[in-house]
């Protein structure tokens, strides 16, 4: 982002007036959103977003005032994107907004099916406009299981609930198509990357299994195909399947990435297939195929762990979202195929047995707002759905009957890093293989890891550090395998504060391995900090401090480090471990976006959430194979 | 006969007639001048009212939980129609409606959401448009001030007495002419870029504080290094290659989004248009 290229013109202009600026490093910080909403999204419709359809989207992420789609604000993102993805789900595509909008093309069902049709098409307008669309939403989704633990695809329970306006492919392919002419007309390569995509809605009784699936190819291609949808099959085997073919007829290229594992059921990394079969080499290697991301953080909450998965680490009950998507509330259940951690180790041992790994993924973070505004700023936070954008309809409830999930509990995160050459589609794309990524909560903290077992303390302080990076060991994303020495892994790090925001607390490596017999392990290491504390005998690390002012609220820069740079090297390296390590980095404490509700309602900060959050990044994994 | 079937006004009265009693039948508690004292209260009724009350449209499920429903809930479900509806009748009948704003701002609101349908029929935008549009609104495309600078930084953390080391290096820079790309070789690493291309005052401020923008804006681009500046980390001394103040666009460089704009300005302008329209239908007096 803040490494443009110069332009030849610029460049020119420079070597005539003697000084010549050369290229500052070998690659480039971009920021984006890959899982975004708009109007085109039937649960987004539905629960009030009628007007913020991609373009919208585009001009948001561009730095350009737009309304708001529920509270018609002027509204404007802090600091624009280099790149976004118009995610709309492919179930009911568009069809929703055609039928307010009354230009659904529909087929012919009989006379008394179109009738039927248009009842509901009746109510659902109704609904629309007295502002009920949330509750026709709900009775769509799906319901828990009968048999809890089985395959969720075949549970008597599972069913669509989208049957009721017929066939409406045509809708849908006009959809499509608007979709991708808004990403054509908004790629700039260079200033702006647009890469087209689209939602992939697997929930089979409540289990979220939902992708993402993006391609770099532009509008000639993805006009060859309509995408495909969970009403087409619920399995991802078959999503693979769709890809690989349809990758073979028209030439296009996709990635698909998973999100809100957190509330997969124990589904999402399990140590079976979606069908309860032993997972093998050759799915393993279609899975990491097709999936080298995964999105860790989100609106829904945080995917990285959970206090009762890993006790031992002091941050893991960061934005926990214990609501399941369905109809009526059932308790929340941590299961370790939930969260990012335990299926990178999990992974490990899947590739100790078979020898591939499945969950050998990078990580993004993502908004998955539904607004058509992709908006992670604490401060300037509009909300998951349209209607959860004011202090008042936050606090309303949202989901399932019950236990009421709401605004509150929605967190405004995160965000997508990506190293690439340049701001176009190939370069991002390329980077996305490479998993050449990051995650962060919404702050623009920039972070630079490179493995390797040559490097120098004084490399930490270099001016060219990330040249000496990609020369002397292998960036973010990367392999290490056994060197014939068995020399420990070193990290060189170098992590810099949000320039607009605030200061950080710690930088961190978390590693996971499993040992030879077998056994699973993590461990979290405190690397670097700020101000003058001392680690204790265990590791650990006191707290920061906090200078938020919880009743304006606000917080000091006074606390916390603006940088950390250093090198790091495995205390505890056994070379017969399989292993990975990536970088967790905090921010000091900030005031979270249901805080600055409180204050404006003057009803105090609400229970849902803590009034002070710490963001933080998480770096894609590098491993260490022996 | 066949003659009379023939003639349209007799298939337009059929048809009217035909549409009136589908109108009648499908849509739920309306006011009929035959009815206005009779309450008539059937199972589709009260389906159709226990969705609303319950704020659930889903067809099947509220038919089996009216079909489920015990007979004092039944019952209940039938008086409190009854009481609604009776409710609902005598307040039209007393004129309620008439100075009620809630029910005056929702009618308007419907009115224009109508109004917005005229969108499709907008005509394209040409070129002699697109011109006109832009020099009536050129203001908003205005371009920032930007600056083009490489820095030598030397740190509060790393310098006991930053202005001496600052200024003893400052002579030396000049001294050998030293250029952007040989810069990297003098001072300390600072946080973020050292060279900075075309940006803006805002990002400025974000990377080095309000104060250094400020002075930084206020030296002219030259061939010779300038400062001591100081910012939040430490002081800096400065090459500036370019500055250029904020200047009007050409319309070529910002097309596309004038384009955007003027189509979405003509948007906003049928829909204001198609109300006026039915604004223009009534005489507007004073008494």
Known sequence: MSLLRPLPGILLVSISAIFCYAEEEPTQLLWGDTHLHTSYSFDAFL???QSADPDTA????????????YNRTRVQIGTPLDFLVVSDHAELMGVIRAINNDTAELSDEGFFNNLKRWYGSYKLLDAIENETGREIFRNILPVPPENPGGDPVADPANKLGIGLFGDTLQTETTAWSEIVDAAERHNQPGKFTSLIGWEWSSIPTGANLHRVVLTPDGGDKAKQFLPFGSDQSQYPEDLWAWLEETQKTTGTRFIAIPHNSNISKGYMFAQTTLKGQPITAEYARQRIRWEPLVEITQIKGDSETHPELS????FADFEEYPFYIQQTWTPYKVD????????????????????VNPYKFGLIGSTDAHTGLSSAEENNFWGKMAKDSTPETKRGGFISKGKNSNGWYMAAQGLAAVWADENTREAIYAAFKRKETYATTGPRISIRVFAGRDFDIADAQAGNFAEIGYTKGVPMGGDLARDESNNPVQLLVRAVKDPKEANLDRLQVVKGWVTTDGQQKEKVFNVAWSGDRQLDAAGALAAVGNTVDESIPSYQNTIGAAEFSTLWTDPEFDANHRAFYYVRVL???TPRHSQFDGVAL?????????ATIQERAYTSPIWYTP | MNKLIAEPLIQFLVLGVLVYFCIEIFTPSRVSGLSRSEIVVNEDKLKAYLQFQRKSFNKSQSEQLFRTMPVDEKQALTQSYIRDEALFREALSLGLNDNDEIIRRRLIQKMEYLAQGFYDDIPVINEEDLNNYFLANRDQYKVDESISFTHVFVSFKKNP????TSRSLLTQLNRNTVTADQAGAYGDRYLYNRNYIERTSDYITSHFGKGFQDAVFKLAPGKSWQGPIQSDYGVHLVLITRKSASRLPELSEVAEQVLADAQRERQRKAKAEAIQ????KYKVSST
């Open chain 1, 47 to 49: 629960n009030q977003n």
């Open chain 1, 58 to 69: 585009y001009r948001w992420a561009k730095g350009l005032p737009v309304i708001h789609p």
């Open chain 1, 311 to 314: 006790p031992d680490d002091a």
């Open chain 1, 336 to 355: 370790a195929a939930d969260y990012v951690r335990s299926a990178l180790i999990r992974g490990l041992s899947i590739e100790q047995e078979v020898g």
């Open chain 1, 587 to 589: 921010q000091i404490p």
């Open chain 1, 602 to 610: 003057q009803t105090g900060t609400p229970e849902e959430a803590p």
């Open chain 2, 161 to 164: 007495d930053t202005q001496k």
């Open chain 2, 277 to 280: 329209n039915i604004v223009d």
